[in-house]
């Protein structure tokens, strides 16, 4: 009965830390899978989101205030992902974008410790949330209830935007082939700058919501790069799906494969990772509209 | 058509490899040579990854007791050259040696990890030049050899300290001990055990948690809770301490089990992060800055007016640091290392240190008392109020 009680708790945290991770991964999916750019800033712009969480969520701070920290912490995202996507959009090779982005991290790594110093912040969960309800008899934090709850009801909406409208299907068209759809008379550079500016909105904004959860400090940037890097490998570049199925994933290596295998769990991540790539290299569920030959 | 969409694949598991290795930078400062009369000593402290809060306020501490000694020790002038230790012994060792070879330090002052320490310790007694470790707490790293000396402390010793108080409270119910998965976790769990069982403790379990890639302790804690422990003992430090703290409060594990740990657990910016979910957690540390001494009151008095924040354990041990060193000059006969390691010898007990008076033991380690604290609220932001002395 113990046994069962406590695999059943770790079970319910593994989906709220792969809550977390598939916001914030989703986003660099997208980007990646979509855009072809990789984008390596991609961590610092989940730290911004925690950071604000920092700066404008007080202890015992009302829900209103939580939401709207979270509603600027988008904003912010987006407008960050917009300059960093009229960066990368005339690099074509990965290995540039790369560093450009990574000298990206590195600077803002080095503002964001100038700005709130170098020991370990806290984000307070919003009051409403902040207590612990009983799960199968044991205190478990209403907080990461909530998250998972906005995680899916994000993820639904990111689906259906994606497969069901008109602009998802401009989205699709652009990955499959660049030149075509600019031969219908869309701009492919404004698609990218959508893309870019969601993705990167969700980053913060997962960022902020993982700040009760994750904390705020100096390395998390690289911390949680990281984590979403090996949930989009093992889900597989450029759809929701996989980044979800990769969270998934990786939530559940984190918490229960750790808790059955105590001994191995510096191990169970990147041994993980390496079974999936080696059963299927593209990933789990990689996107069936992955372009052949690049861009035209 | 094939490899090319492999590579996005393959260049992101490349990138999340490369990431799992990061390290740090280093930065250096204006290098000098000691002249007969002037003493030259290499201060090495974290100015850059995760170590850096703790490199900080052992800067300050050093800084603090210069300043109020006129820039003087033992009545010689001090050049302070400096070096970043970075995180590990990959920047940290280098670092050291560069201090030694190229900027002729007569002594070596600092070292907050205990991997770079032992490192670099072989380097140091070559060179003849004494290492006075002012953070890094590997039980063997001072083993009486003339060349190292410590003026922080022991993981085994902290933790022992705690093992007859443990079990004095837990009466006949087990303990379940965790700790980060690394050599200090390690000494930390051993030390403890050692000093618990033999005051009539017995274990319920034992977990090492993933050290720097895990910031989730929930599956650990359930383990805790459902053995038939009656309390916790943890070592963690920096933003492991914030989050595994935190979790215990929220996992309701704060409800049934008390939780103990070496003081590194609640200390400084670690503590205010925490907030009051550390309330009520019991550690063992040899300083605290509640500590109700008079000696202790002007010091706290004089960081706070110069830095405008509390001091810490670390500032403290540099403070004192910078006191042996201090001492030593006064009784050494010249400057060169062979004559401070000798001095550092004959010192004797330091009576006015801000964590009460000390001495260095046979194997060069500090004689010292540890205190228990408890996390109480004091006006409004938790503080280690010190319960009493142990051992």
Request: aromatic residues 6%; proline residues 4%; contains cysteine.
């Amino acid at each position: 009965m113990g046994w069962l009680d406590a695999n059943l708790i770790s079970v319910l945290n593994g989906f709220a830390l792969a809550a977390l991770l598939f916001l914030i991964a989703v986003g660099l999916s997208l980007v990646f899978g979509t855009m072809d750019v990789l984008n390596l800033a991609h961590g610092s712009l989940s730290l911004i989101g925690a950071y604000l969480g920092v700066a404008l969520v007080d202890e015992d701070a009302s829900l209103g205030v939580f939401v709207l920290a979270a509603l600027l912490a988008a904003a912010v995202g987006a407008a960050l992902g917009a300059a960093l996507a009229a960066m990368t959009s005339a690099i074509n090779d990965h290995l540039r974008q790369a560093l450009l982005t990574l000298g990206v991290a590195l600077i803002a790594a080095d503002v964001l410790r100038e700005l709130f110093g170098s020991d370990p912040e806290r984000v307070s969960a919003p009051a409403a949330l902040a207590g612990s309800v009983d799960v199968l008899g044991r205190p478990y934090p209403v907080y990461r209830l909530s998250v998972v709850a906005v995680a899916v009801v994000i993820g639904l909406v990111l689906y259906v935007v994606l497969e069901r409208t008109q602009a998802g299907a401009i989205v699709r068209a652009t990955v499959a082939d660049r030149g075509m759809v600019e031969a219908i008379g869309i701009r492919s550079q404004v698609v990218l700058l959508g893309v870019f500016g969601v993705g990167a909105a969700l980053a913060t904004l997962g960022g902020l919501l993982a700040g009760p959860v994750l904390g705020a400090r100096p390395g998390l940037d690289s911390t949680v790069l990281l984590l979403a890097l090996v949930v989009v490998v093992v889900g597989g570049l450029g759809s929701v799906r996989g980044a979800l199925l990769g969270a998934l994933l990786v939530g559940q290596v984190q918490t229960l494969g750790v808790s059955l295998l105590p001994g191995q769990a510096s191990y169970l991540l990147f041994g993980a990772m390496a079974l999936v790539l080696l059963l299927r290299p593209r990933g789990l569920l990689p996107s069936p509209y992955a372009h052949a030959g690049g861009h035209a | 058509m094939r490899t090319r969409r492999l590579a996005p694949a393959a260049l992101l598991s490349t990138a999340a490899l490369a990431l799992a290795g990061c390290g740090g930078g280093s930065l250096s400062e204006d290098s000098g040579g000691g002249g007969d009369d002037s003493v030259t000593v290499g201060l090495v402290l974290p100015a850059s990854g995760v170590y850096e809060p703790l490199g900080v306020d052992m800067t300050r501490g050093w800084e603090l007791y210069l300043e109020q000694n006129d820039g003087q020790l033992g009545g010689r002038d001090v050049e302070v050259v400096t070096a970043d230790e970075g995180e590990g012994p990959d920047v940290g060792v280098p670092a050291t040696t560069r201090v030694i070879t190229q900027d002729q330090a007569d002594v070596v002052v600092g070292i907050v990890n205990s991997a770079t320490a032992l490192g670099v310790k072989e380097g140091l007694a070559s060179s003849e030049v004494p290492l006075i470790v002012a953070n890094a707490g590997a039980d063997d790293l001072a083993d009486g050899g003339e060349w190292v000396w410590r003026t922080s402390f022991t993981n085994g010793g902290i933790a022992a300290s705690l093992g007859e108080q443990v079990a004095e409270d837990v009466g006949d119910e087990p303990v379940y001990l965790m700790a980060s998965d690394y050599a200090a976790g390690e000494e930390s769990i051993a030390g403890f055990r050692e000093a618990f069982e033999a005051a009539g403790g017995t274990v319920a379990g034992e977990s090492l948690t993933p050290f720097g890639t895990t910031s989730d302790y929930q599956p650990f804690l359930t383990r805790a809770q459902n053995s038939d422990a009656g309390a916790i003992y943890a070592f963690y430090a920096g933003a492991e301490a914030v989050s595994f703290v935190q979790q215990y409060r929220e996992f309701g594990a704060a409800e049934d089990l008390p939780l103990y740990g070496p003081g590194f657990l609640t200390e400084g910016g670690v503590l205010e992060a925490q907030g009051d979910a550390a309330e009520g957690v019991q550690t063992a540390m040899h300083y605290s800055n509640l500590l109700d001494t008079p000696e202790n009151t002007e010091f706290v008095d004089a960081y706070v007016e110069a830095y405008d924040a509390q001091p810490t354990t670390y500032a403290v041990q540099a403070y004192d640091a910078a006191a042996a060193l201090d001492a030593a000059l006064e009784v050494s006969d010249g400057t060169s290392g062979a004559d401070i390691a000798a001095a550092l010898g004959e010192v004797g007990e330091f009576s006015d240190s801000p964590r009460g008076p000390w001495s260095f033991d046979e194997e060069h380690n500090p004689e010292q008392t540890y205190f228990l604290r408890e996390v109480e609220m004091v006006d409004g932001a938790p503080g280690n109020v010190v319960q009493g002395e142990l051992n």
